[in-house]
Nanobody
Framework: VQLQAFGGGLVQAGGSLRLSCLAS????????MGWFRQAPGKEREFVAALTWSGGVRYYSDSVKGRFTISRDNDKNTMYLQMNPLKPEDTAVYYC?????????????????WGQGTLVTVSS
């Protein structure tokens, strides 16, 4: 599975963005997919995750209630709707895939990675 993330950009605080992650091939129903982000000088952190089969979704406390993760199986695409955005959301956002999905919060568990897309939120 190859992943391609896009949709980042510059937005004012309170605004919104939708990130997309296109998965090549045919993701299996058990594939876990996640969004992570990494700000300058900080560790890569978990944002949100779901199973490709749908249903179960997870969020970090810092984005819960503001971000929504979803996927469109017909388009092989995962999304991250973000609003309202805050300056502290500024980071490079990565999408990732894990065939085992045993620890969705741990970026080290993920096997497939997209190239990252930059989100900048101005105050």
């Amino acid at each position: 599975v190859q992943l391609q993330a896009f949709g980042g950009g510059l937005v004012q605080a309170g605004g919104s963005l939708r990130l997309s992650c296109l998965a090549s091939g045919r993701p299996s129903a058990g594939l876990g997919m996640g969004w992570f982000r990494q700000a300058p000088g900080k560790e890569r952190e978990f944002v949100a995750a779901l199973t490709w089969s749908g249903g179960v979704r997870y969020y970090s406390d810092s984005v819960k209630g503001r971000f929504t993760i979803s996927r469109d199986n017909d388009k092989n695409t995962m999304y991250l709707q973000m609003n309202p955005l805050k300056p502290e959301d500024t980071a490079v956002y990565y999408c990732a895939g894990d065939p085992n999905f045993r620890d969705y919060r741990d970026h080290r568990a993920y096997v497939y990675w997209g190239q990252g897309t930059l989100v900048t939120v101005s105050s």
